[in-house]
């Protein structure tokens, strides 16, 4: 006759892992990745942080994109897309050292944008410094708004 077993629900009960399931779970529900890696050390898609400003004159798409180097980061415009792509490599200096947390993401990234009507992809620039890409869209002469001076009689 086998032998019974006392059921411990705290036994193997874990609740970082249970905890990461739960963030997982509620970010895929709101449509994301999330952007750290699991305990496992595989490491999860990410997407860098943007933020799109409109003006008179321009767009100005801003991207976060710390320890990026210039050299891993590409920005086309093409069809009326505007795509960032790069990757933030994951080096490991000195191997004395002992990770105890990692949860910044890193790999490869793609972030496309459709150009909003009446811009001018041909004088698109961009600029990148300290980890912040600047991406400039002029808006075309006719698109920008004209002051129509009214004459009362």
Excluded: C
């Excluded at 100005?60 to 590409?74: C, F």
């Amino acid at each position: 006759m086998n032998a019974l077993t006392k059921w411990d629900p705290f036994k193997d009960w874990d609740p970082v892992r249970e905890l990461d399931e739960f963030q997982n779970r509620l970010t895929s529900f709101f449509g994301q990745t999330p952007a750290w890696r699991g305990r496992e050390g595989n490491f999860a898609s990410w997407a860098p942080a943007v933020d799109i400003i409109e003006d008179e004159k321009e767009f100005l798409v801003k991207a976060d994109l710390p320890e990026v180097k210039k050299e891993d980061l590409h920005i086309n415009v093409e069809n009326g897309m505007l795509v960032i792509h790069g990757e933030r490599k994951f080096e490991r200096e000195d191997k004395k050292k002992r990770y105890h947390r990692t949860e910044r993401s890193f790999g490869s990234f793609t972030r496309s944008f459709s150009l909003p009507d009446g811009t001018d992809a041909a004088k698109v620039r961009a600029e990148f410094k300290d980890g912040l890409l600047q991406v400039h869209i002029p808006k075309s002469e006719t698109s920008k708004p004209k002051q129509i001076e009214v004459k009362v009689e």
